[in-house]
Every structure is written in C-alpha cells, then in structure tokens.
C-alpha cells in the first residue's frame, strides 16, 4: 500500500464511526410525597442498546422505556429522584446503534423523622493573654535624672522630664531604656525609639 491509502483508510473509518451523545436531567421517576420521611439508597445505573440496520430497521426495542421500566421494577423501591438519562449513538457503516443509560437514586418511605438533639452550647471563653504589668517604679525620680541626663539648660531639663513623666508610666520598655541610661547619648537614644 502507498502512503496515501494508510493516511486516506484511517480517515475514512473515523468519518464513518462517529458518534452523539446527548444527556437529560430529571427531578424524578414518578411523583413524590414532601410530606412524608424518605430514606435515600445508593445510586442505580441501569443501560440498555438498540441497532438501526440502514438507519431505519431497528433491531431491539425503544432503549429508553426498557431502563425506565427496569428502573421502576426494583423491589422494595417507592420511587427515584436525581435521575439522569445519557443517551449515545455510534454510527458505523450500515446503520447506527443507540445505548441509553439510566441512573437515579432509588428511595423509600420509612418510620418517623429521627430528630437528633443537639447538647446546648456554651459559649466558649477564650482566655486573653495577660497583659504584661508594668512594674512600678518611681518614675518622677527617674525621669528628673534622665532630664539632667539628656540637657544642660535647667528649661531644656523641665520639659525633657515631663515627657519622660508622660511616657514613663506608659511605656516599659521606655522605663528600662531610662533607667539604663547614664549619658546623654543614651538618653537622646531612649527618646528616639518608639513604641
């Protein structure tokens, strides 16, 4: 064989086996009471095919009312909801064949709605963390020496204090810089970190 015939028969076969599909969603088989209790059972997949000879002369039944009725006649069963039907036709070269499959999920009326108590909540207290405490320390003292620590002029030295005073009893590791410190470098230091 050429090269062409090994390209062209492959190409030939897939144009004349193609195939369709189509799917249909359904609430479901038959009607269903709200009121009552049901028990929901695993899902039933039920398939069923018929060939077209000529595409005309069908050789099997309708595909579609064998799975319903198959479906239907599960023992046992009130009815089905969530029904899907998959439809597919696969054409070959004198006729097509058409394979329908069924599924739902199968149920079945059963005793009294079982109401499960729930246990009463509690509110769930989440402890907060404890907030650090702030030793107590004379921070009047401290802050006068950091004021003649960090200026020279008396006025300069006031207004240095009451800062130290106003952050002093805020701020604890402002507290540990002050009290640390002992030259005005690192009393210029402790006021330039922030909290």
């Known amino acids: 064989m050429t090269l062409v015939r090994w390209i062209v028969a492959p190409l030939v076969v897939l ?6 599909q189509a799917v249909l969603v359904a609430p479901s088989l038959g009607p269903v009471n709200p009121t009552k209790h049901r028990q929901e059972l695993p899902r039933k997949t039920v398939s069923a095919c018929t060939s077209f000879i000529m595409h005309a002369i069908p050789s099997g039944g309708d595909p579609v009312a064998e799975t319903a009725s198959e479906l ?38 059963g005793g009294a709605k079982t109401v499960r ?20 320390v ?8 950091f004021g003649k620590i960090m200026e020279n002029n008396q006025m300069l030295q006031r207004r240095a204090t009451q800062r130290c005073n106003t952050r002093c009893a805020r701020d604890r590791s402002f507290q540990e810089c002050v ?12 006021e330039s970190v922030r909290r």
């Open 15 to 20: 144009i004349i086996s193609a195939c369709h």
């Open 138 to 145: 004379e921070c009047t003292l401290i802050c006068e020496r």
């Open 72 to 109: 239907k006649a599960s023992p046992g069963i009130d009815g089905h909801v969530g029904v899907t039907l998959e439809q597919a036709t696969y054409f070959w070269f004198l006729g097509h064949t058409t394979c329908t499959t069924l599924s739902a999920i199968p149920f079945k009326y």
């Open 117 to 136: 108590k729930k246990a009463p909540k509690t509110p769930v207290r989440v402890s907060t963390p404890p907030r650090p405490t702030t030793p107590v």
């Open 179 to 190: 009290t640390k410190a002992s030259t005005s470098r690192a009393a210029k230091f402790c």
